[in-house]
């Protein structure tokens, strides 16, 4: 089956990275995936965001023009694309950030306190981990051991923030 | 080897080296930089290699053809509008029989136009570019996997026919990620084309040069250009087919729209639809035969390609009258998705009454 997550935020937050793990993980587990970064006159502390796709069979588009899931991890993200998501998807949204009202009753919304958890865990940078881990969990689109196994090659030249970030991971993985 | 995730640009790099790539020449233009970048970090720091950013396109296919006069394997990069620029050099590496490769990792035009992914020089591309009667090699890609693959052979073919090799990919196939393994290690000694100029010492001059005078010398550089034209038809065009066995229509496509539309063509499967695809590879080469021959037997076309219609030139030429052919295209820099181009298969399919 083919499951395509976009992930979206500020520049800065970490989405690009994010949406890079879960590709290397699903790459991990045998799985056909493109990572596709969105591009344009993008700027630091503007949004950005990626698409996943994720299958068993070939993929024929790396573009995500309806995803199943949504990470978004702001406001302005969180606004532009609760409307992207298909009915029955996951819309998984960084409450910290995030106090847009969903209109939509027809999609799953997951809350994540990402920010305020990465905090109590001493380094706020880890939000994007924080939120990884709570994805992993309910998405179940990729196994945690391949996201920790991408997460340590991503990590590879900086291996000072693998424990940090290892356990942002997984205090987002189980928060449900 | 294990797979890595790669973005295409960056593929296109590590091929390059590996395929004993000496020279890279770049100049910046979204969406083709990650290959600028590659090199810059990898090419540069391996022994006897050169990267340079040069000041301009223009002066970047020079250093080109500079280095092809000496015999490395030589390459640059750009995308649309960086391309046109480059075509004047284009067409002097092809009137002196020189090796080259050329990646186009094309956006939205004409003009400026957008840096999003289009296929938009196809024209460009295989009716040679520049000035003068000359053809260039021309590969589309459709994925990570087969930018890696398509630039070792790109750099076969060049010295192979001593031509220039464009890589016709786009904006998307650039940007994105997918896992890629690399058939071949960078090679131990650099190879060196023979009969090119590094020095004459007990030797007679070569001489290289773009201008000739004499009318009926240039005719029959010409004509011998164009022999060699028609062994690399006989012996390089390259096609791929799907599903075509018992289609009542088939898709014409390439590069990323066909990997669209063999998508689309997958679920009108599942629904029962008579559908194939064909998929030039080789652009320049066209494979004008196996459409021929599928026109045998096959009387519906649709040409579906990213730009007003331009492939659908050729699948004209090669189907002579023999099927009809429909276009459907998204230009400008608009990429349709798999739903949208089954959409227009199925309307085709059942307007012609073809269940």
Known sequence: MLIKTLVAGF?????????????????????????????????????????????????????????????????????????????????????????????????????????????????????????????????????????????????????????????????????? | MAKILMDGNSAIGEAAIRAGCQCYFGYPITPQNELTEYMATHLSRRKRCAFVQAESEVAAINMVYGASVAGARAMTSSSSPGISLKQEGISYLAACELPAVIVNMQRGGPGLGSISAAQSDYFQA??????????????????????????????????????????????????????????????????????????????????????????????????????????????????????????????????????????AIKNLRSEGLKVGLFRPVTLWPFPDEPLKEMSKTIKQYLVFEMNMGQMVEDVQLALAGRGEVAFYGRPGGVIPNPSEVARVISRLYYQKGLK
């Not at chain 1, 056909?32 to 006159?41: E, K, R």
């Not at chain 1, 819309?91 to 209109?103: G, K, Q, R, W």
């Open chain 2, 126 to 263: 295989t009716r040679g570019g520049g000035h003068g009667d000359y053809r260039t090699i021309v590969l589309g890609p459709s994925s990570v996997q087969e930018l890696a693959d398509m630039t070792m052979r790109a750099f076969d073919l060049a010295d192979k026919y001593k031509i220039p090799v464009i890589i016709l990919g786009d904006g998307v196939l650039g940007q994105m990620k997918e896992p890629v393994e690399f058939s071949r290690e960078a090679p131990a000694v650099l190879p060196i084309r023979e009969g090119s100029l590094r020095g004459a010492k007990g030797r007679p001059s070569r001489i290289i040069k773009t201008f000739t005078s004499n009318p009926s010398e240039l005719e029959e550089i010409n004509w011998s250009l164009f022999r060699r034209y028609t062994l690399i038809k006989k012996e390089e065009t390259t096609c791929e087919s799907f599903m075509i066995e018992d289609a009542r229509l088939v898709v014409v496509a390439f590069g990323i729209a066909a990997r669209i539309a063999k998508g």
């Open chain 1, 11 to 176: 520049g800065g937050q970490g989405v690009l990275s994010m949406g890079l793990n879960l590709a290397e993980a699903a790459m991990l587990e045998g799985k056909n995936v493109t990572y596709l970064p969105a591009y344009g006159a993008e700027v630091r502390g503007g949004t950005a965001n990626c698409t996943v796709a994720i299958s068993d069979d070939e993929i024929a588009s790396p573009v995500a023009s309806s995803p199943e899931f949504v990470i978004a991890m702001n406001q302005p993200s969180a606004v532009k694309f609760q409307h992207h998501i298909q009915s029955g998807g996951l819309f998984f949204l960084n409450s910290s950030l995030v106090e847009a009202e969903i209109i939509r009753g027809d999609i799953e919304i997951v809350n994540v306190p990402a920010n305020k958890i990465a905090e109590d865990l001493g380094n706020p940078r880890t939000a994007n981990m924080v939120m990884l881990g709570a994805f992993t969990k309910k998405s179940g689109v990729v196994e945690l051991s391949n996201v920790s196994e991408a997460l340590k090659h991503i990590l590879s030249a900086k291996k000072k923030l693998l424990d940090l970030n290892e356990k942002a991971l997984l205090a987002g993985y189980n928060l449900f």
